[in-house]
C-alpha cells in the first residue's frame, strides 16, 4: 500500500517536470520561430538594402568606383566602364586607377588618395586616356568607405567627365572677350577725335619745350643747366603720350585676359584720362576720390579698364543728354572694401533709369539709345562676375544712379581676413 502511494506522488512529481519541460521547450521553438523569422526578415532587409544600393550604383550616369589605398579597382558602375571606353567590368575591375589617370596627375592623384585613406574628402581635376586613345577631362570626389568597425576600407570615388562643360564653358570665355574686344574697338572708333586731341597735348608741350631748349642753346651755347628744365618737362611729357599709346594698344589688341596684381586707381586714373576729351565735348567734368588704401587686386587690367571706361562712358552720355544740367559732373570713387576686396563707384547726375528698367539695364541688347548696342553693361556684368565680383545700379536720392561693382581680394588675403 506504502509503495503504492510512493509510486503515485513519484508519478505526479515526474509530470509535473515533464509538463514543465515540455512547455520550456514549447517556448524555446516559439522564441527559436520568432528569432528565425527576425532573422529572415532581416536577411530580406539586407538583401533589400542591397539591391536597392546597387540599384543606385548602377543607375548613376558618372562613374562610381571603390579602389584600394593602391588605387586597385575593386568595383565600377556600368557608367564608369562605358566612360573609359572599356567593354566590360573585367577590362576595368582589377587594374589601377593609374591605367587611366594621364601621367602628368599620378603624383596628386596619390597624394588624393593618401589624404583620404587617413580620413578625409578630397576633389581634383585630371585627364583620363580612354581605351580608344582619347583624352577627356574629368573631376572627381572621393570618399572614406568605411566597415561597420569604422576602418577606412575602400575610396569612393564619384567622378564626372566635364570635357564637353569644359568647352563650352572655353567658348563662352572666348567668344566673351572676342565681344568685349570689338565693344572696345567701337568705343576707341567712336573716341577717336578725343584721343588725337588728347595725345596733342603733350606733343604741343614737347615741341614748345624743344623750341625753348634750341633757343636758349642758340643764345648761350655754354649754358647748358639752362635748358635741364625744359628736358625734363619733354620727357615727363613724351611719357605720358606714350603711356596713352600703350593703354590704347592694350585694349584694341587681341592678347587674352589675364589676371595680374593692379592697381585699381591706377586703371580709373587713366580711364578717366582718356574719357576727359570726350566728357569736356559734352561739358561734363570728371571728378576722382581715390582711397589711398586701395593696394592691389588680382584681376584682368584690361578687363577693369573696360567696365571702368564703359561707366564713366555711360554716366558722360546721362548727365551729356539735353535738359541735364549744364557743366555737369560725374564722380569715379575707389575704396577698400571690409573684407580687403575693392569697390568703385561711378555717379552721375543725369537722366537717369525708369523704375520699370532698372533690373534690364545689365541685359543683353538692352538699349535706350538711339545708337546704342546695349553690350556695355552685359559685357561689365561678366566680366565682374568671372572676377567673383558684384555690380549692381541704384538711384540717388537726387538726380541720376550709382554704379557700383566691387572685385574681391586674392584667395590667401580673403583667408587672412
Ligand atoms: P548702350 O550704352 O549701348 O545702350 P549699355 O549696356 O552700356 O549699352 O547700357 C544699357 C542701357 O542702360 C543704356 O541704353 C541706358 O538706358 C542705361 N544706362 C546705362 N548707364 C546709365 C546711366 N549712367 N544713366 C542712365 N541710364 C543708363
Same mark, same amino acid.
Given at each position: ?321 539735353? %535738359?541735364?544740367?549744364?557743366?555737369? @559732373? !560725374? $564722380?569715379? /570713387? ?5 573684407? *580687403?576686396? =575693392?569697390? #568703385? ?26 545708337? %546704342?548696342?546695349?553690350?556695355?553693361? @552685359? !559685357? $561689365?556684368? /561678366? ?5 567673383? *565680383?558684384? =555690380?549692381? #545700379? ?24
Amino acid at each position: 500500500m506504502m509503495i503504492l502511494i510512493v509510486g503515485a506522488s513519484a508519478f505526479a512529481a515526474m509530470t509535473g517536470i515533464a509538463l514543465y519541460l515540455a512547455k520550456r521547450l514549447g517556448d524555446a521553438e516559439s522564441r527559436l520561430r520568432a528569432e528565425g523569422s527576425a532573422r529572415a526578415q532581416a536577411e530580406r532587409a539586407l538583401s533589400d538594402q542591397e539591391q536597392r544600393l546597387q540599384t543606385i550604383f548602377e543607375s548613376q550616369l558618372e562613374c562610381v568606383k571603390l579602389h584600394d589605398a593602391n588605387g586597385t579597382i575593386l568595383t565600377m558602375n556600368r557608367a564608369g566602364i562605358a566612360r573609359l571606353g572599356a567593354r566590360c567590368a573585367a577590362q576595368v575591375v582589377g587594374t589601377s586607377v593609374y591605367s587611366f589617370i594621364s601621367p602628368e596627375h599620378h603624383e596628386r592623384y596619390r597624394c588624393l588618395s593618401a589624404a583620404v585613406f587617413e580620413g578625409r574628402s578630397e576633389s581634383m581635376e585630371f585627364r583620363i586616356l580612354c581605351a580608344m586613345g582619347q583624352r577627356r577631362l574629368f573631376e572627381t570626389h572621393v570618399v572614406p568607405m568605411r566597415d561597420s568597425g569604422g576602418t577606412i576600407v575602400a575610396a569612393l570615388a564619384l567622378t564626372c567627365d566635364i570635357t564637353d562643360r569644359r568647352n563650352a564653358e572655353e567658348r563662352a570665355q572666348r567668344h566673351l572677350s572676342d565681344l568685349a574686344r570689338v565693344a572696345r574697338i567701337t568705343s576707341m572708333g567712336e573716341m577717336a577725335s578725343g584721343l588725337a586731341h588728347e595725345l596733342n597735348q603733350p606733343l604741343a608741350a614737347i615741341v614748345n619745350h624743344a623750341s625753348a631748349c634750341l633757343r636758349r642753346l642758340r643764345a648761350a651755347p655754354d649754358k647748358i643747366e639752362s635748358v635741364v628744365e625744359s628736358l625734363e618737362a619733354i620727357n615727363e611729357q613724351g611719357q605720358r603720350a606714350g603711356q596713352i599709346i600703350r593703354t590704347v594698344r592694350e585694349l584694341v589688341s587681341r592678347t587674352e585676359p589675364t589676371k595680374t596684381l593692379v592697381d585699381i586707381n591706377e586703371i580709373v586714373r587713366m580711364m578717366v584720362l582718356l574719357s576727359t576729351p570726350e566728357a569736356a565735348r559734352q561739358d561734363v567734368t570728371i571728378a576722382m576720390q581715390l582711397a589711398p588704401d586701395t593696394g592691389s587686386i588680382y584681376a584682368s587690367k584690361i578687363e577693369l579698364e573696360q567696365v571702368v571706361f564703359n561707366l564713366i562712358r555711360n554716366a558722360v552720355e546721362a548727365v551729356g543728354n539735353p %535738359g541735364a544740367a549744364a557743366h555737369a @559732373s !560725374i $564722380s569715379v /570713387s575707389t575704396m577698400r572694401t571690409q573684407h *580687403g576686396g =575693392i569697390e #568703385v563707384a561711378v555717379q552721375d547726375c543725369g537722366c537717369g533709369i525708369d523704375a520699370e528698367d532698372i533690373d534690364k539695364v545689365f541685359d543683353p541688347f538692352f538699349t535706350t539709345k538711339f545708337d %546704342g548696342i546695349g553690350m556695355g553693361l @552685359s !559685357i $561689365s556684368r /561678366s566680366i565682374i562676375e568671372a572676377h567673383g *565680383g558684384r =555690380i549692381s #545700379v541704384s538711384p540717388n536720392a537726387g538726380k541720376g544712379v550709382t554704379f557700383v561693382f566691387t572685385v574681391p581680394p586674392p584667395m590667401e588675403e580673403r583667408m587672412a581676413v
